[in-house]
């Protein structure tokens, strides 16, 4: 079982940067691909990025393309996403979620494990 755990949310003004983290509790990743996915008040969870256990293979999605970026230390356990020149329509609760593969997807349903979330939330 892998637990995961977000930190690093917060608020931030429009054009600010805030870095989020993923780590775990009790197993470590082993293997495991890692994506980041959001949902806002009212809409489905949306994916965000995702990186492959190697770190070589990242994709990200149109509207974050450019402002973001997945990293991972696999020495220290943790996968980061570094967000910069938020935008209000980055609201939301970010999650972090890991797949029983090496390989990087864009798809929720490909994911086994989650954390909790934790909220960014980004004024105007």
């Known amino acids: 079982q892998v637990q995961l755990v977000e930190s690093g949310g917060g608020l931030a003004q429009a054009g600010g940067s805030l870095r989020l983290s993923c780590t775990t509790s009790?197993?470590?990743?082993?293997?495991?691909?890692v994506g980041w996915f959001r949902q806002a008040p009212g809409k489905e969870r949306e994916f965000v990025t995702t990186?492959?256990?190697?770190?070589?293979?990242?994709l990200y999605s149109e509207s974050v393309k450019g402002r973001f970026t997945i990293s991972r230390d696999n020495a220290k356990n943790t996968v980061y996403l570094e967000m910069n020149s938020l935008k209000p329509e980055d609201t939301a609760v970010y999650y972090c979620?890991?797949?029983?593969?090496?390989?990087?997807?864009?798809?929720?349903?490909?994911?086994?494990?989650w954390g909790q979330g934790t909220q960014v939330t980004v004024s105007s």
């Open positions: 009790g197993r470590t990743f082993n293997g495991n691909a």
């Open positions: 979620a890991a797949r029983l593969s090496t390989l990087a997807s864009e798809r929720s349903s490909e994911y086994t494990y």
């Open positions: 990186i492959s256990w190697s770190g070589r293979s990242r």
